[in-house]
């Protein structure tokens, strides 16, 4: 069995609670602000050269793994307030059939990370020589391709 290598650790940033925080200081109660701020931190993604791992939750706690060999492809998106602080959200589309999109929000050098994941799940699906068949138009929406072993 392989040995796993850890390749990236990282979690969303605050700055998606800024309205919250400022709301916080103007209307809403100080303790939302606190519960917000408590999802994020909460929230944590670990690559490594095998998978994608994704713990969630401040009181009841989930872990949800993504083979990296079942990414398919990968986009970047920032918006005017996430490129102002050099943040993004990778989002990766996948063969996984309970989740086939997966996004990964607020992240500091987004575009590095997706990256190393695109070169990570070509290297898997090397090592695994899992080949993925289009069929049909393509395209993100159409998932309808299958893996198979060599």
Known sequence: ??????????TPSQWQN?????????????????????VVR????????????????????STEDLELYRV?????????FERMFGLG????????????????????????LRERIRRLSEARRDAKRVRTFES???GHADLGGHDALD
């Open 89 to 112: 959200e990778v989002v990766l589309f996948t063969t996984d059939a309970s989740t086939p999109e997966i996004h990964l929000p607020w992240l500091k050098d987004a575009e590095s």
């Open 42 to 61: 909460n929230t944590v993604y670990t690559l490594t050269d095998q998978r994608l791992s994704i713990r969630r939750g401040v009181f009841n706690r």
């Open 136 to 138: 049909g138009g393509g």
């Open 1 to 10: 069995m392989d040995t796993e290598r850890s390749e990236w650790t990282g």
């Open 18 to 38: 800024a309205g919250w925080f400022l709301a916080c200081l103007l209307l809403i109660p100080i303790p939302w602000a606190l519960w917000r701020w408590l």
């Open 72 to 80: 398919r492809d990968t986009r970047l998106e920032q918006t005017f």
